[in-house]
């Protein structure tokens, strides 16, 4: 039944996506990507890429990544899409767009196992999102820094990071956001040696377990029984285990059992909790796991085992090293945030500085025009007398007439461009009116017009229409030819004749 209620869902998402353009599309996929990542799919599927703008590409690669890490994280191979998105909103996106972009860049490169370069760009992710209203975008990379802090072993930022995601869930009111943060700021504890710490955060996530999957569930069990094994309270670490074990999907519990049992001096059971928790556990907690094994073998008798243990041990914990860049990304990282905020302060105090003293310039012109007007004034009309008020008064009504002139010119351009809006013909206009026409849209769009006066070169009033109609309304060839009067030919050689004009 469920699968018979998805498959309408997508087939009626489809017939929608058939009646409605690109800009619907992308609308509804951000509507259920978040939940519904394969009905985003269904919507971006049969998208031509080539028939995108520059706008519509940058966006659609940034919703497929999302929909890829949510579906097909495993088989993510290359950045090439997600990194296209990012250079675009780099020049010409909005900040929430571009912290977007970096935010899943990051995510796809802690995919491909290149965690330095995943620090860099959610580093950026986190910068600018610092500085929109998006609390849910801010918990996603509070949580993948800290997951990819500990993938480099740095434990203060590791904690760090897991105390700004349980500041962000509990803004957010996410029961199971907030069950994890609490985990991981005890992680974070733990891993300093911050034992007491640690105790209080991981009792805190008991308050939220329910709230959140089974795999969580387990983590937070296993951290639980852990903490009462070392403080000795083996009868409450073997209860939280006995759920555990009831469904375990980790076996981060292993090495708890191992422990009370070489407590109780059952090596044997020991040794074999022991192996388990091999397969199943992170690095610093496989270094844990090979020392308690020969530890353990060295209690029951077997030196040979023992220290092959130990040499196992030695021989992971020196290739770790090797690969380690710790230092190196904590320093990028501090450098990075004191960048940030020299950047901050710098960009802060040239704008401040830049207004007073743009203020003063000014305050200082309006002070000398005022002056040099009242000493112009006083001088006329003690020479003039009433030739100089007479004279002011056609000047007044000069000024009138030009402002009624434009006035009625810019009217003259607003019903035009009203006619071309609804796609009326422009066959009964004189240059005049398409004139008035190019007039107001000068004033209605001045940035559009300064970059077209900035592309091309001596451009006619009916060039300058073709634009309008072709770059600012979106209009296609027939309609462009309807409203001009002209063959759809005449429209193709008008473009060709514009890009022969663009300066180079």
């Not at 940058?58 to 579906?71: D, F, H, N, Q, S």
């Not at 993948?144 to 904690?159: H, Q, S, T």
């Not at 083996?234 to 191992?258: M, P, Q, R, S």
């Not at 008064?393 to 003259?412: F, G, N, Y």
Request: with cysteine; net charge positive; aromatic share 10%.
């Amino acid at each position: 039944m469920r699968k018979i209620i998805k498959v309408a869902i997508l087939c009626t998402l489809l017939v929608a996506c058939g009646k409605s353009g690109t800009s619907d599309r992308f609308s509804q996929a951000w509507e259920v990507i978040e939940q519904q990542p394969d009905s985003a799919r269904v919507l971006l599927a049969d998208m031509d890429m080539s028939s995108l703008s520059k706008e519509e590409q940058a966006e659609y690669g940034l919703l497929m990544t999302m929909v890829e890490i949510k579906t097909r994280h495993e088989q993510i191979t290359n950045d090439s899409m997600i990194a296209a998105s990012v250079r675009y909103y780099d020049l010409h996106g909005d900040k929430w767009h571009q912290a977007m972009s970096y935010h899943y860049r990051g995510v796809v490169k802690y995919a491909l196992k290149n965690v330095p370069e995943a620090i860099k760009d959610l580093k950026r992710a986190e910068t600018l999102a610092e500085t929109l209203d998006d609390e849910l975008l801010r918990n996603k990379i509070y949580d993948r820094l800290a997951y990819c802090n500990y993938k480099n072993n740095n434990f203060p930022l590791v904690l760090k990071y897991s105390k700004k995601l349980l500041d962000s869930s509990k803004k957010m009111n996410d029961s199971m956001m907030l069950a994890r943060s609490y985990t991981m700021v005890a992680s974070g504890f733990a891993n300093m040696e911050e034992m007491d710490s640690a105790r209080i955060y991981i009792l805190n996530s008991l308050d939220w377990i329910d709230a959140v999957d089974s795999l969580t569930q387990n983590v937070i069990l296993c951290n639980v029984a852990a903490m009462y094994q070392e403080t000795g309270e083996v009868e409450k670490a073997e209860h939280y285990l006995t759920d555990w074990v009831l469904n375990h999907a980790n076996g981060f519990g292993y090495i708890t059992l191992a422990h009370i049992r070489q407590k109780q001096g059952k090596y044997e059971e020991a040794v074999t909790y022991a192996k388990k928790s091999l397969g199943c556990m992170d690095q610093k907690n496989y270094i844990h796991s090979l020392e308690l094994l020969a530890e353990l073998y060295s209690q029951m008798g077997d030196s040979r085992q023992a220290y092959a243990m130990q040499r196992r041990s030695k021989e992971f914990a020196d290739s770790l090293a090797s690969a380690n860049k710790v230092s190196q990304m904590a320093d990028w990282q501090m450098k990075f945030d004191e960048l940030q905020r020299e950047k901050l302060f710098y960009r802060r105090f040239t704008i401040m500085g830049g207004v007073i003293l743009s203020f003063l310039l000014l305050l200082m012109v309006v002070v000398w025009w005022h002056r040099r007007r009242m000493r112009r004034l006083r001088f006329r009309l003690e020479q003039s007398g009433e030739a100089n008020m007479q004279e002011i008064s056609q000047l007044k009504e000069q000024i009138t007439q030009r402002r009624e002139r434009i006035s009625t010119k810019l009217l003259m351009g607003v019903k035009w461009f009203n006619r071309i809006k609804e796609k009326q013909s422009l066959a009964d206009a004189s240059a005049n009116d398409l004139q008035s026409l190019v007039d107001y849209f000068a004033q209605l769009r001045p940035k559009r017009w300064q970059e077209w006066e900035r592309l091309y070169a001596d451009l006619s009033t009916a060039q300058y229409i073709f634009l309008i109609l072709q770059d600012d309304l979106h209009y296609d060839d027939e309609t462009i030819a309807k409203i001009l009067d002209v063959k759809r030919s005449s429209v193709r050689s008008m473009r060709s004749r514009i890009k022969e004009k663009a300066s180079n």
